[in-house]
């Protein structure tokens, strides 16, 4: 039986993905599973496969009308995956050789992960996240893998092994005011969409979350790159004084976002904005920017 330890402040070293700070409880991710029960039948295999690729094809699809450019180039990169035959085809291939459709499935993304994974560029190597991604989807249609969270709500910090693109547009956020990664990247695209929405995020807190307990009061500071489990009263205070700062200093940087912008000796300076896509064009206040320079 496992015992209890004693709730004392502890703290976890971090990396940052996306700054910001939350102070709530601990919400740890949890995957249940059921196995397949008929391994070794091939052809229910195959048919299992083909399904479980058509049923996670849908799922981006429906997700894909959800999410903005960003998500929607994440989530057409896996589509491609998916239809392209080469990297199905071997699949068939090892089921028709023996192994199950989860087996045969991950041997093959993995292999093309590891080259990502390979490469000296951190960026490029940051785009095996995208393979993993879609590697779990599938994997989850097939064993019906559900992740669950015994806390959620407006309060409390998702933390969890990992964070797949598809995975994090799926969520809430509503419902988490920030997350903390064992495993992770500041150059992939969890990081990338966790900076776009403004969620607090640390990665690369490895095993030190396997201690963590469901429910437990945090303090997620990742600007500092630390999770703070079992904050004391006085810690608690000094970063709610903290995010009441930052809430005011945005206050007062929204104020001058309507405004025409000058340099510090008086002149004048024009600010023009990217646009991606139109739909974002619905989401600006025009007398934000003076114009659009690149589209």
């Not at 045969?104 to 993995?110: G, L, N, P, T």
């Not at 807190?205 to 990742?222: C, V």
């Not at 630390?226 to 006085?234: Q, V």
Request: glycine share 8%; charged share 25%; proline share 4%.
């Amino acid at each position: 039986k496992k015992m209890k330890r004693k709730k004392h402040e502890q703290i976890l070293q971090g990396k940052t993905a996306s700054a910001g700070y939350a102070v709530g409880q601990i919400s740890l991710g949890r995957t249940q599973t059921q196995p397949p029960d008929r391994k070794g039948d091939r052809v229910w295999e195959k048919e299992r496969f083909k399904e479980a690729l058509n049923a996670a094809g849908a799922q981006l699809e429906r997700l894909k009308a959800e999410v903005d450019d960003l998500g929607v180039q994440i989530l057409d990169f896996q589509l491609e995956l998916i239809s392209d035959h080469e990297m199905t085809g071997p699949v068939y291939r090892r089921i028709a050789r023996g192994q199950s459709a989860a087996e045969a499935w991950k041997a093959e993304i993995d292999v093309h992960m590891s080259d990502y994974l390979a490469a000296v560029d951190e960026n490029f190597r940051a785009r095996a996240s995208d393979f993993m991604d879609l590697r779990n989807r599938v994997i989850a249609l097939l064993y019906e893998s559900v992740s669950r969270f015994a806390h959620q709500g407006p309060g409390t910090i998702y933390v969890a092994e990992d964070l797949t693109p598809s995975r994090f547009l799926e969520i809430d956020w509503s419902s988490f005011r920030g997350a903390a990664l064992a495993q992770g990247s500041a150059a992939n695209h969890v990081a990338m969409l966790a900076r776009a929405r403004g969620v607090p995020m640390l990665f690369g807190l490895g095993q030190a979350i396997r201690e963590l307990e469901d429910g437990a009061q945090a303090i997620l500071d990742a600007n500092g790159g630390i999770l703070i489990e079992y904050p004391r009263p006085d810690t608690i205070h000094q970063y709610e004084k903290l995010i009441s700062k930052q809430s005011v200093q945005m206050q007062h940087v929204e104020t001058f976002l309507s405004k025409p912008a000058y340099t510090a000796k008086g002149h004048r300076i024009r600010i023009f904005i990217n646009v991606d896509d139109p739909k974002g064009l619905t989401e600006l206040d025009p007398g934000f920017c003076d114009g659009v320079g690149l589209a």
